[in-house]
């Protein structure tokens, strides 16, 4: 069997990468069973250990355990939304039941658990180091949530649940991928294309021949494609078209509809609070957060709601007044709103997408990043065509300090493409650790840019750029010893501060003057252009702003339902939620439900999106720090950013992490300053 399945032998290829040539989707089902199975093994060893609980033989014997299961668990999820297929599709359907299972069996073993919880009553007592004592306190709250305080009936209900969850969950994802990997918007002469720049048309005709349409130019639902087509496309009824398809994923009746999904996940996700002893699934979701609390959140989002919307509410001022002096016609709608901005962005700051494209190459953003990586952190990458990869669009970069040392391998997956799911994320083949031998880390980053020849970035494609290799430099950089407190494995509402921090060096003058060069002429972006930049990057903050907060008070409304069960119509629920809070109808929302990936296609988000806006609270707090220096790579400021922050994983809770670095608890006042949002009206 090891012979005959390469996920069961020894990864010898370089980096110890997954041997992507060999792996196919009939290989997994054989590797997990088997992998499972030794985990089980491992864990049963260190239940039914003669000598007493110690940290060693119970908690780190515990983070070294389940090794093999990991490694293909990585492996198959990022294939899964990286670089699908149907027969990968069918495995993941198939062994969703099968892995939640065995999830439970872990938590729920109460042998294993009773050494654990013998531990952490005299944890005191114990003399362990920080990080020991955070490795404790962390996996004994994993387990009392995974369930296994639970006895009797209430325990194998609660196996059932997750199990039933994790079903919903992947259906919902692939139904997701459905619609938007077979929705094209063909596009056949110059009457469909007016408005449309260059760069645009160049990435429309790429996708036409990547779907094989009959045509040639395709608007997908990437949001790299639609989104510039929203901008400039001069054909409204277009516009309204592609929108609504945009809208819509998630929500056809048939087999792919979404609609009973969410019901049915709200519905389990509220029986699984109850069996945890709590009110709601917000309730129960927010106890291992940094908000704490439902009141916490709801408390941030009303103060940036009631500063954001008479924010919104001028800029569609400013656009209904250049809809009127250019003899636009009707009232604005959601598929207006960013064509009528960016006739704003032109005529009121003179910024024009076509204009600033040319000078966000994407292999200069990518190597911008890099460079503000080194002179912050004196990290180096080193381009490794030689590895075999998962897809031809995928390039490797070594990672070395300074002293030449390898920190890592980094992988960067930039292009949309059908297999791949859509938006923008991190994750890894394998995390760092030394518990067990050291383990370097593996990570990649994913975004969905529309190829082009060459590849042009928005000022937005540029932010989601640098924001991923935030997430990215955080399982980089990370410098613990256990796996289960490594880089990313912070709370839900600190992991973002790292990639939002990130987001502050794309826009700094120095960086844009040194890597934002023509791509025509390789003259640097002018100082003027930077300027007229910096001046409108406050314009459309509360369009943003607005779409955003409006997709968490959905969130927090539909995981705080005292009885999900109850509602019959999640739609309309989400739009009664909305109206109640007077969302102006011309922004529309940033997620709806039926297609809102962060909370359905799992749980890390559920009650959580909020978490976006907490983090940008700490980023902007925290880029503060440079602000005061002087010097956003002043090298005292980014040593400690890198110790406190981005190296420390979840060896520290995560308010005293950030108390190390800024020396105080995070204000508020940053935020509202960065945003331009006044006080309440």
Known sequence: ????????????????????????????EAAFDAAMREHRAELDAIATNAQEPTFD?????????????????????????????????????????????HESAVFMHETLFMRVLALHEKRHQLGLTP???????????????????????????????????AELTTAFGQNVLHDEASWSLVLRDEADLAGLPAFVRDAASNAAVERKVDGPYAITLARSSIMPFLTFSERRDLREEAWRAWTSRGEHAGEHDNRALVAEILALRHEQAKLHGCATYADYALVDRMAREPAAVNRLLNDVWSRAKPVVERERAQLVATQD??????????????????????????????EVKPYFALDAMVAAAFDC???????????????????????????????????????????????????????????????????????????????????????????????EFGHGLHGLLSDVTYHQLSGTAVLRDFVELPSQLFEHWMSEPDVLRRHARHVETGQPI???????????????????????????????????????????????????VLRER???????????????????????????????????????????????????FAPDVAQRLKRCIYSSGNSVEPGQAFEAFRGRPPVLDPLFEKKGLAEPA
């Open 1 to 28: 069997m090891t012979d005959a399945n390469p996920l069961l032998a020894p990864w010898t290829t370089p980096f110890g990468l997954p041997p992507f040539d060999q792996v196919l989707p009939a290989h997994f």
């Open 57 to 101: 033989n119970t908690i780190a014997a515990f983070d070294r355990a389940g090794r093999s299961l990991l490694r293909i668990d990585l492996l198959f999820y990022n294939l899964c939304a990286s670089e699908t297929s149907p027969d990968l599709q069918a495995v993941q359907r198939r062994m969703a039941v099968p892995l939640a299972a």
């Open 131 to 165: 990080e020991q004592a955070r490795l404790l306190e962390r996996l004994h709250l994993r387990f009392v949530r995974a369930g296994a305080l639970l006895r009797g009936q209430a325990k194998q209900r609660y196996t059932e649940v997750t199990q039933r969850l």
């Open 325 to 354: 002096a250019l003899g636009g016609q009707g009232p604005i709608e959601a598929w207006d709103w960013r064509y009528w901005a960016e006739k704003v962005r032109v005529q009121q700051y003179a910024i024009d997408d076509a």
């Open 373 to 467: 990586a080194t002179r912050l952190f004196g990290i180096r990458f080193t381009p490794r065509p030689d590895l075999r990869l998962y897809h031809p669009d995928v390039k490797a970069y070594e990672v070395q300090d300074a002293q030449g040392a390898q920190v890592g391998l980094f992988l960067h997956d930039n292009f949309a493409r059908p297999t791949k799911r859509s938006g923008a994320w991190m994750s890894s083949y394998r995390k760092q650790a030394r518990n067990g031998g050291t383990a370097l880390p593996i990570i990649v980053n994913n975004n969905n840019f529309a190829k082009g020849s060459p590849t042009l970035l928005s000022f937005d494609d540029v932010r989601t750029l640098f924001h």
């Open 526 to 576: 002018p100082d003027e252009l930077i300027e007229r930049l910096q001046k409108a990057r406050r314009f459309g903050q509360g369009y943003e702003t607005v779409r955003y907060t409006a997709s968490a008070i959905v969130d927090m409304a539909a995981h705080s339902h005292p009885d999900p069960a109850s509602i019959k119509d999640w739609p309309a629920f989400e739009a009664q």
């Open 582 to 632: 007077g969302l102006p109808d011309a922004t529309g929302i940033m997620h709806r439900m039926v297609h809102f990936q962060h909370l359905f296609s799992g749980d890390s988000y559920a009650a959580g999106y909020y978490v976006y806006l907490w983090a940008e609270v700490l980023d902007a707090d925290a880029y503060g720090a440079f602000k005061e220096a002087g010097d956003p």
